[in-house]
Structure formats: structure tokens, C-alpha cells
Nanobody
């Protein structure tokens, strides 16, 4: 198993930026597709962005396209979510999740139930 650990959340004003990190010390980190999800108060957890095992494919929900960038550095066992032009509606707890399925990632990247391991989340708060 791998236990993702998120960091980088915090309080930022609208229009600002944050970079979230998802890290794991397991040697097999590169075997996992990684997704970012978020959960705002009163809402269910929703897909934000995802990246395939070696970074060859990335996926984004429409509301963050052009503002967020997901990347990974497998040598450092870390996936990043660069968040620019933040809006109050981005406020949520952000979760990193790891998938080790054999299914084509393009068909499952936004499905919560497809991910095997979840971090504890990091709070992102965007003030008006």
C-alpha cells in the first residue's frame, strides 16, 4: 500500500496562487496514477485533476482548466497541483488519491471509487 500525504494548503486571497504537493515514500510510487479531488462544505467530493503514471496524460475538470496544472516528479515521489487565479469557489479540502488499477486511466480518472488510497486532505481557503 501507499499512503499519500498532501501539503501546501492554506489561506489565500482571490487571484492568488498555491501549490499543493502529494507525496509518498514508497518505491512503487511511479506505478500509481494520481488524482486530486476536493470537497467543499455541503458538497460531495469532486474530481479536480489527474495525471497518469509517468505524466503522459493529464485531465482536468472544466472549472479549473487554464488555472490549475498537475505535474509529477517520480524521482521525488511527488505530484504537484499548481493552482493559479484562485477563486472563492475553489475553497475546499483537497485530497490526493492513488490508483493502481489495470483499467485504462482515461476511462476512470474522475471516478472516486476507482482510487485505492487517499490522503487525509489539505484545506484550501480562498477569501474574497
Amino acid at each position: 500500500q501507499v499512503q499519500p500525504v498532501e501539503s501546501g494548503g492554506g489561506l489565500v486571497q482571490a487571484g492568488g496562487s498555491l501549490r499543493l504537493s502529494c507525496a509518498a515514500s514508497r518505491w512503487s510510487f511511479s506505478n500509481y496514477n494520481i488524482g486530486w479531488f476536493r470537497q467543499a462544505p455541503g458538497k460531495e467530493r469532486e474530481f479536480v485533476a489527474a495525471i497518469s503514471r509517468n505524466g503522459g496524460s493529464t485531465f482536468y475538470t472544466d472549472s479549473v482548466k487554464g488555472r490549475f496544472t498537475i505535474s509529477r516528479d517520480n524521482a521525488r515521489n511527488t505530484v504537484y497541483l499548481q493552482m493559479n487565479s484562485l477563486k472563492p469557489e475553489d475553497t475546499a479540502v483537497y485530497y490526493c488519491a492513488a490508483d493502481w488499477s489495470l483499467s485504462p486511466y482515461s476511462s476512470i480518472y474522475d471516478k472516486r471509487d476507482e482510487y485505492d488510497y487517499w490522503g487525509q486532505g489539505t484545506q484550501v481557503t480562498v477569501s474574497s
